[in-house]
């Protein structure tokens, strides 16, 4: 079975930093492209950004497009997000997801992320 | 950029009853490359049908998706308990991904 573990959430002031991570188990990691979908608060959903299985091909939402960055590390089996210069609007609960062909077939538990001063 | 807008926003039903969930694309979606996913309060989304059409692993077969260009639907049928939820289509066509808003399934 397929398990998504994210971890790194928190409240965080405006302009801060932040590096969530998601652990990977039950798959072939280093065969899959993986993502980041938040949700911020009573809200809908919302891609944030997608990346290959060799670390090369990176794409994202426009709203987080230079602040936020993919990274991955297949030998650990993880996923990371470093967010960089937090909004109050970035808050929401980031969900890790597998990507395959753009299809979020799996899905983590979230993670919860609050920028407030 | 491809908005989805799903209707109704909000569907009252009752346990064995039939509900019908639409998805309109502001644009053609490419290869029916739509999925539709179910989440329930407090939980990560769960994916039920990709492409469409096709259900995902473990998916009862009363969850059946139907579509294509620019109109999808997701239809339940016999609502079960576990079925009131919230559900999302996607788009997988072209980037950015997009979701519509989302339908609440309540009793």
């Known amino acids: 079975e397929v398990y998504l573990v994210e971890s790194g959430g928190g409240t965080v002031q405006p302009g801060s930093s932040l590096r969530l991570s998601c652990s990977a188990s039950?798959?072939?990691?280093?065969?899959?492209?993986v993502a980041w979908v938040r949700q911020a608060p009573g809200k809908g959903l919302e891609w944030v950004g997608s990346i290959d299985q060799h670390d090369n091909e990176k794409y994202y939402v426009d709203s987080v497009q230079g602040r936020f960055i993919l990274s991955r590390d297949n030998a650990d089996r993880s996923l990371y997000l470093q967010m960089n210069h937090l909004r109050a609007e970035d808050t929401a609960i980031y969900y890790c997801?597998?990507?395959?062909?753009?299809?979020?077939?799996?899905w983590g538990q979230g993670t919860l992320v609050t920028v407030s001063s | 950029e491809i908005v989805l807008t799903q209707s109704p926003g909000t569907l009252s039903a009752s346990p064995g009853e039939r509900a019908t969930l639409s998805c309109r694309a502001s644009?053609?979606?490419?290869?029916?490359?739509l999925a539709w996913y179910q989440q329930k309060s407090g939980q990560g989304p769960r994916l039920l049908i990709y492409?469409?059409?096709n259900r995902a692993a473990g998916i009862p077969d009363r969850f059946s998706g139907s579509g294509s260009g620019t109109d999808f639907t997701l239809t339940i049928n016999r609502l079960g308990p576990d079925d009131f939820a919230v559900y999302y289509c996607q788009q997988y066509d072209s980037l950015p991904r997009t979701f519509g808003q989302g339908t609440k399934v309540e009793v």
């Open positions: 039950g798959f072939t990691f280093y065969n899959y492209w």
């Open positions: 644009q053609s979606v490419g290869g029916n490359n």
């Open positions: 997801v597998r990507d395959t062909f753009g299809v979020f077939d799996s």
């Open positions: 492409d469409a059409s």
